[in-house]
């Protein structure tokens, strides 16, 4: 079975453009969650998705929104760019429609804006 | 914050020594897992650890559970250098708004020595 798989790995981007990241989930998981990984803050929840429902979601602001598509497929967009956004972007999915049990995660996609 | 702690931040170790990581946290909890992140790479899940759990073993992973001191150690047991990593545990809450969401420590970054 295929793996999660984040696109694209790497971009750059400079302050005031929007960025959009993709995620496959596993074949068969329904639940898509995103988690942003920085030096100082750690890794920090986005949201998460199932049946293309947001059924929870962070504290980060309105500029960070995803969605997910029939086929359980999931994009996160982060719009008017700051530097502060440069991070490592982790999408995970799950089999588990309660969301108890482990998470798979994805290579995840390196943004550094300038 | 409902975050876990890791302690130590850092262990440094020679190949076939044992290392323990310790976890704390500080809300009701559904589950605690470990995780390990290869340098900028993605996270992988380790082991699963459930509340009504006091241990729980896989292959050289050992890990316990004490939800009266909110507190979970992970042990590798002849470690190798294959195992350098960082090491993060995460806690799942038991309830409301935050089911289904992840809460990540910093992690305990783990270095063997051949």
């Known amino acids: 079975k295929a793996g999660v798989t984040q696109t694209p790995r790497y971009l750059i981007k400079t302050r005031g453009q929007q960025v959009t990241l993709s995620c496959s989930p596993i074949?068969?998981?329904?639940?898509v969650s995103w988690y942003q990984q920085t030096p100082g803050q750690g890794l920090q929840f986005l949201f998460e998705y199932f049946s293309e429902t947001q059924r929870n979601k962070g504290n980060f602001p309105g500029r960070f929104s995803g969605r997910q598509f029939s086929n359980s497929r999931s994009e996160m967009n982060v719009s008017t760019l700051e530097l502060g956004d440069s991070a490592l972007y982790l999408c995970a999915s799950s089999p588990y429609t309660g969301g108890t049990g482990e998470l798979f995660f994805g290579e995840g996609s390196r943004l550094t804006v300038l | 914050s409902q975050q876990g702690e890791e302690d130590p931040q850092a262990l440094s170790i020679q190949e076939g020594e044992n290392a323990t990581m310790n976890c704390s946290y500080k809300?009701?909890?559904?589950?605690l897992q470990w995780y390990r992140q290869n340098s900028g790479r993605g996270l992988v899940h380790l082991i699963l650890i459930r509340s009504n759990e006091r241990e729980k073993h896989s292959g050289r992973l050992r890990v316990t559970l004490d939800t009266s001191k909110k507190s979970s150690s992970l042990l590798i047991t002849a470690s190798r250098a294959a195992d350098t990593a960082s090491y993060f545990c995460a806690t799942m809450a038991d309830r409301g708004s935050t089911l289904g969401r992840l809460y990540f420590g910093r992690g305990t970054q783990l270095t063997v020595w051949p």
């Open positions: 809300t009701s909890i559904n589950n």
């Open positions: 074949s068969g998981h329904r639940s």
